[in-house]
């Protein structure tokens, strides 16, 4: 329901803003698409039915991981929408992944993503 008022609000104010989930669904088709393997990558940790905790991907791990076509290297995508900033702990990924050999990156839209991945930046 909230997410169906943010909308409606975006809307009548002229504004058509895509959410993160809208973004991260086009870039795994798209990179899909140019033959990337690419998953979505949970982050936290979640509460089993039995009382139980599982541990996830570390906060602050980007939205999308996999690996490149042509040569197997590691990509890491945090997806934002046109107002998302970075948390924290993205920030402090963001800073580890430029002392890594990935290809990591923020993107906005799947265009992004595809030079991120195909490094076309």
């Known amino acids: 329901m909230q997410v169906i008022k943010r909308w409606i609000s ?6 058509d803003l895509k959410t993160e989930a809208d973004i991260q669904s086009e870039i795994m088709i798209e990179l899909s698409k140019r033959g990337h393997k690419i998953f979505r990558a949970n982050a936290g ?13 570390p906060k602050g791990f980007p939205d999308l991981c996999g690996w490149r076509k042509s ?4 990509i890491a995508i945090e997806v934002k929408n046109e107002k998302g900033k970075l948390r924290p702990e993205q920030v ?4 580890f992944a430029k002392t890594q050999n990935i290809l990591y990156g923020v993107a906005r839209s799947k265009e992004q993503a595809v030079e991120i991945v195909e490094e076309l930046r």
């Open 92 to 95: 402090k990924f963001s800073e």
């Open 10 to 15: 975006f809307t009548r104010c002229g504004i």
């Open 45 to 57: 940790k979640i509460k089993t039915e039995f009382g139980t905790y599982i541990k996830l991907f």
């Open 71 to 74: 040569d197997g290297k590691f």
